[in-house]
């Protein structure tokens, strides 16, 4: 458990530092999935829904995703979504956001 808690320590500090080199601020960082719910294996990877203020073009979404993957190198599942979508989407059932609320954590 103290591992998870340093890795999720690197994950915050690396995604906050990548929003700020783009310019973009972030509105929270969900965990969710099994890393959340602590019934993980070894190889399981970390799903992350990272929510920022703001409107993102897709290609600097991208761009911000990519660049997050690539520093933090570990098994990720990154979603990027803007506050408003997220507020607006938040109770639908078709949507992860829901899922990501319910079983998740704020990191």
Sequence with gaps: MAQTKEILKKIKKIIL???DEYGVEIDRIILFGSRARGDFEEHSD???????????????KRELWYEIYRRI????DLL???????????????????????EGRII
């Design 17 to 19: 530092k990548v929003a």
């Design 73 to 76: 190198n570990l098994p990720l």
């Design 80 to 102: 990027i979504v803007s506050y408003d979508d997220f507020e607006r989407n938040r109770e639908s059932v078709g949507f992860i956001y829901r899922y990501a609320i319910a």
């Design 46 to 60: 970390w799903d992350l829904l990272v929510v920022v203020k703001g409107h993102m073009n897709v290609k600097r």
